[in-house]
């Protein structure tokens, strides 16, 4: 076992004033000093509420202050588990019983559903009381867990900890030379790992601000895109096929940095209808289980090895396992 720093406090300390997070649909702002206050008055009040080691559910969309919760739940040593708010109530029951949740977080959207939970609440309004002091965090311990559908049954809580999200972290910015002065867009859902991974987190560790969307919105993606507010994306294919579908003819798809992709194979034509653009694709492959970055192609490489998900990445270890034939 081992420990990491407290990573919102951390961060705070190297890089306190810069912008983190901005509120697409209200246009807060939040410095990374502010993050780590509300984090650490949060913390505080879940201490209050729960024991170390308490599954706490949240029911929210995309928001700055779902990551407050989730800086909050490592500071104070609980597990943070996203509830998927497409599913009703009779669905997330189950979910919420298979890891003994014991309290839910809610934004005010969803404040009626999770009263329907039959658990305690508590709103994302940051407390008003005194921050919770950091320490070092074991990088080992669950922090939060994220649910899978599996192949049969309820979903699967899959366990998410400080070392795999710094494992990402650097896999993901040294392959797509992650800076400070970055900035991504969060939309795709909070209870997946790629609206919490894929770059969120790595980028708020490097120093990096993200931009948050309530939820997926093509036309309003494409307006950050072609503004300049946005310089490294990441989408499954579906999202890229949505975007294609919309007029891209005075958007400049080159002044990004970073195009990435990964959750299912990208098509042929949707690669070359972005590199014709000057937005080559990085396409990757990851799971929940792994963190997710596994491998991602070069950019040099995403035309002329289309189909690949190109190399290991720095933290990745990859085998090669044969099988009988006909088992395959």
């Not at 705070?12 to 702002?29: C, M, V």
């Not at 030379?177 to 490097?206: E, K, M, Q, Y």
């Not at 096929?241 to 891209?248: V, Y």
């Amino acid at each position: 076992m081992g420990n990491l720093p407290d990573f919102a406090a951390r961060r705070a300390a190297l890089s306190p004033d810069r912008l983190a997070f901005t509120d697409h649909e209200t246009g807060e702002t939040w410095s990374f000093a502010r993050i780590d206050n509300a984090a650490a008055r949060m913390a505080r009040a879940l201490r209050d509420r729960v024991p170390r080691g308490a599954r706490v559910a949240i029911l929210c969309h995309n928001r700055p202050e779902f990551f407050v919760a989730l800086f909050a739940c490592q500071k104070a040593e609980v597990i943070l588990a996203p509830l998927n708010w497409r599913q009703p109530i009779a669905e997330l029951t189950p979910v919420l019983e298979s890891v003994a949740c014991t309290l839910v977080l809610h934004d005010d959207t969803f404040a009626d559903a999770a009263a329907q939970l039959g658990l305690p609440l508590m709103d994302l309004r940051v407390p008003d009381c005194t921050p919770l002091p950091p320490t070092p965090v074991d990088e080992d311990a669950p922090w939060y867990v994220l649910f899978t559908s599996g192949t049969t049954g309820l979903p699967k809580a899959v366990i998410q900890t400080p070392r795999m999200a710094m494992a990402n972290a650097m896999n993901i910015a040294q392959a797509m030379a992650l800076t400070p002065d970055d900035r991504s867009v969060n939309f795709l859902p909070l209870f997946h790992t790629a609206g919490i991974n894929l770059f969120t987190l790595p980028l708020f560790l490097w120093g990096g601000a993200s931009l948050v969307l309530r939820k997926f919105d093509a036309p309003a993606l494409v307006d950050l895109v072609a503004s300049g507010a946005v310089t490294q994306f990441f989408g499954v294919p579906a999202i890229y096929q949505a975007l294609m579908q919309l007029d891209l003819s005075g958007v400049d798809l080159a002044r990004l940095r970073g195009w990435a992709c990964g959750g299912a194979a990208l098509p042929e034509a949707t690669i070359r209808f972005f590199a014709d653009r000057g937005a080559p694709i990085c396409n990757g492959f990851g799971m929940t289980e792994t963190g997710p970055t596994g491998f991602l192609i070069d950019r040099t490489a995403a035309v002329e090895r289309i189909g690949s998900v190109g190399k290991p990445q720095l933290l990745t270890e990859a085998r090669l396992d044969g099988v009988p034939d006909g088992l395959a």
